[in-house]
């Protein structure tokens, strides 16, 4: 029953090479959160779509045209709960919203690949501009020989910034399939603003990183240590294991049918499993060829440079107020450093521990998921005195943790995700699924649960990704049915550092198509989403797994912002 990882990678490749083929409009190819949309929808709406149909939100509307995509399982998929005919049909257009362009042909010499520092950018229109306009850039990506290229697929990102003013925003990158790409940026803010466009990865890395992701799904593998008495074992453990080669532990969760299987120890059973922990990165996943694709200052995250002027000025807008509607793509940009979103509360500064205090006064916080989420509890413990650590004798960096101030009646939790994670050893009986956990909360106006859950999904198949999700959203729709004022706070991916080793692992390229399915599949909903990718975008400071500590407090900021608006009680 189990399908082995790599027996179906025909399939597989036929049916992406398919959608290449296809030569499908990619629109633009950089995370879009529309919070508008989530702003506006009160509970009501939601108890209303919830009679109607209580899995998927009634955001999702099956496009016309979706694509012919015959969905092939290959991956553990027959395992867990069957979705629905409307969540297959959204995982269809999902898959099919994030199809990659690349290059077609194999085995491209090298020199003939893209390379960021012969591909240049040119500024569009003026070199003065106004608030409320859009800066346009062209950017032409040129391979190692300076030829132009002729298709598309290479990944970018693009920050437009003014130093002296700690100001910065994302751009939307929009590829034209042909070697050329467009970049829009919101003109936020007068003065001068600079503008910085990264290649990632070029288009032939992509493609590693494509059949990585669908081939070599257990790159990262885990554990599980077994023990009874003075017997203990170790065996390996992941969502999918082959069958027919070893007995298997079947560990699926009753509830949400998530798979997780370990082989079964030779002398102990089943029962006996005592932890999970990260066993390790599989080495050698690419040849020495696909490794030319993946060099630090060559080809990874390499800035792009300018043909001509690399600024231009903006000037304050013509007639009061710019129209922030054609920014809808935008969530926000940082003006002295400080994060301005677009929408939604405006950012309050919570900057001595007396106002956080204030806010959070009578308020349960359950932090759920991986450690970007723990980072949100360890600013708060670190910098709320009254808010002190119970000690509930947790690993360090795994959980749980628990902090209360008894005197202001504040709760603040957080317990990692279920597996896959990638932590260093989680007790299985502290093993849960962030469904599950959502389940189990009563929720109302006092209860916020904040969610982060996306960099351990990084190496499978975004199948896996979106049937996760699933599970978790039906609990939000279940939770927000019930007690409708719950504020729900979920994270986004965020950029990383990258190099040659954990670009096979841990790539943007993997968070990105993350970011699109999650934005997607809570849009609709009465959720905040949590915009760490902008957010780590238009900052100055490094990309980092776990973004500096003055990111960290734009975000607490913004959820505290959130939990407490200006002039309005949240009920
Ligand atoms: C899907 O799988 C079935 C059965 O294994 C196979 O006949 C079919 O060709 C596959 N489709 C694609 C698009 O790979
Ligand atoms: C964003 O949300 C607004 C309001 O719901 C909607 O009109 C708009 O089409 C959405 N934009 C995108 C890019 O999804
Ligand atoms: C890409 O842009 C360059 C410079 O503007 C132009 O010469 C070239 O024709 C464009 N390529 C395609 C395929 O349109
Ligand atoms: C594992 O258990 C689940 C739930 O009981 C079941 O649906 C699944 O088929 C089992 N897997 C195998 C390989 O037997
Ligand atoms: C803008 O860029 C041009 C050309 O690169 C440069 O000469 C000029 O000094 C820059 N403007 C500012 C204000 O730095
Ligand atoms: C918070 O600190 C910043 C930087 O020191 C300051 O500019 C801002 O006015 C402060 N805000 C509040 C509400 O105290």
Redesign the pocket.
């Known amino acids: 029953m189990v399908t082995a990882n790599s027996e179906n990678t025909g399939h597989r490749r036929t049916r992406l090479r398919k959608l290449e083929d296809e030569g499908k409009a990619l629109g633009f190819i950089i995370l879009v959160c529309n919070i508008t949309s989530l702003e506006k929808l009160s509970g009501q709406v939601i108890s209303t779509f919830y009679q109607i149909q209580n899995s998927i939100h009634s955001a999702f509307k099956s496009p016309g045209n979706v694509w012919p995509l015959e969905l092939n399982h290959t991956y553990c998929a027959h395992f867990g709960q069957e979705p629905t005919a409307e969540e297959a049909n959204e995982e269809r257009y999902l898959l099919n919203s994030i199809a990659w362009p690349g290059p077609l042909v194999q085995g491209l010499p090298v020199e003939l690949s893209s390379d960021p520092s012969k591909s240049y950018f040119v500024i569009q229109g003026p070199a003065e501009q106004r608030i409320g306009d859009q800066l346009e850039v062209n950017v032409h990506v040129q391979n190692f020989l300076g030829l132009p290229k002729k298709h598309g697929g290479d990944f970018l990102i693009a920050r437009l910034h003014s130093p002296e003013l700690g100001a910065g925003v994302a751009g939307q990158v929009q590829d034209h399939h042909n070697g050329n790409y467009t970049v829009l940026f919101p003109l936020l803010w007068a003065g001068?603003v600079w503008v910085e466009i990264t290649m990632v990865h070029p288009s032939e890395a992509v493609m590693v990183l494509k059949s990585l992701q669908e081939e070599q799904p257990d790159r990262v593998f885990f554990k599980s240590l077994f023990r009874s008495g003075f017997v203990s074992e170790t065996t390996v453990c992941n969502l999918c294991l082959p069958l027919n080669h070893q007995p298997l532990c079947n560990y699926t969760d009753p509830e949400t049918g998530e798979p997780w299987y370990c082989y079964k120890p030779k002398m102990l059973g089943c029962d006996t499993r005592i932890n999970h922990y990260k066993g390790g990165y599989k080495k050698n996943l690419i040849t020495e060829y696909e490794a030319k694709f993946f060099k630090s200052n060559v080809n990874i995250k390499v800035p792009i440079r300018?043909s001509g002027?690399?600024?231009v000025?903006v000037l304050p807008a013509e007639k009061g107020l710019a129209n922030l509607k054609k920014y809808e793509k935008t969530s926000g940009f940082y003006f002295h450093n400080v994060w301005r979103p677009l929408r939604g509360a405006a950012l309050q500064q919570f900057n001595d521990s007396s106002a956080i205090t204030h806010c959070l006064r009578g308020k349960i916080i359950y932090m759920l998921g991986d450690s970007t989420v723990r980072q949100w509890f360890e600013y708060l413990t670190a910098s709320v005195p009254t808010l002190k650590e119970f000690n509930l004798h947790s690993p360090k960096n795994v959980g749980p943790f628990m902090a209360v101030d008894s005197k202001n009646n504040i709760l603040v939790s957080f317990r990692c995700h279920g597996p896959p994670i990638r932590f260093t050893s989680v007790l299985s009986s502290e093993l849960r699924y962030v469904a599950n956990e959502i389940d189990r909360i009563k929720g109302g106006p006092g209860t916020v649960i904040l969610v982060s859950v996306w960099s351990h999904f990084s190496t499978f198949p975004i199948e896996v990704y979106i049937r996760r999700l699933r599970h978790i959203r039906r609990a939000v729709v279940r939770l927000l049915n019930r007690e409708p004022a719950t504020l729900v706070v979920i994270r986004t991916a965020s950029l990383q550092k990258l190099d040659p080793g954990n670009s096979l692992f841990n790539s943007d390229w993997f968070s990105l198509q993350i970011n699109s399915v999650l934005c997607a599949m809570f849009k609709g909903l009465n959720v905040q989403l949590l915009d760490a990718w902008e957010m780590t975008l238009a900052h100055h400071l490094p990309h980092l797994l776990h973004p500096s500590p003055p990111i960290i407090k734009n975000m607490i900021d913004l959820i505290l912002s959130n939990i407490c608006p200006v002039g309005k009680k949240r009920s």
């Open positions: 001068v300018a002027m690399g600024n000025t």
